[in-house]
């Protein structure tokens, strides 16, 4: 098995490819690495490369119906400000799936995508206050 030193992938299946890479590279920071729309894109955020698979890509095809659903995973990006992010996030009109809760960890919200998957922002508690 050979692994990619320089990202960890994640495949995302998606009904519109060009929505989901607005959506990423609009709101989260993302870039656009490689885009086959409407089929397939992939965008890169430090050392995450989210693939994003359309009905016509192979991922899309290769997944048994039961295998998953959207939204059953999630992916994790560590924000600074977590209530900044939340309001500009909501002043952009995107969908929020929860309230933004608190554990010993720190504080979290889940996002979801125009496909529904869901997008954990959380911002980590300060090292003093654990």
Do not use: K, W
């Not at 994003?52 to 995973?73: F, I, K, V």
């Amino acid at each position: 098995m050979t692994a990619s030193d320089q990202y960890a992938s994640v495949r995302y299946l998606v009904p519109d490819v060009r929505a989901a890479v607005d959506f990423y590279t609009t709101h989260l920071g993302f870039t656009l690495n490689t885009s086959a729309a409407p089929a397939f894109a992939d965008v890169v955020r430090g050392p995450l490369r989210l693939l994003l698979s359309g009905p016509a890509s192979s991922g899309a095809r290769a997944t048994p119906e039961d295998a998953a659903t959207a939204g059953g995973n999630r992916i994790h990006l560590v924000v600074d400000d977590l209530d900044a992010e939340v309001t500009r996030l909501r002043e952009a009109g995107l969908p929020f799936r929860s309230d933004v809760v608190s554990g010993p960890g720190g504080r979290q919200v889940l996002l979801a995508d125009p496909a529904g998957n869901l997008v954990e922002l959380f911002q980590p508690a300060e090292s003093g206050s654990r």
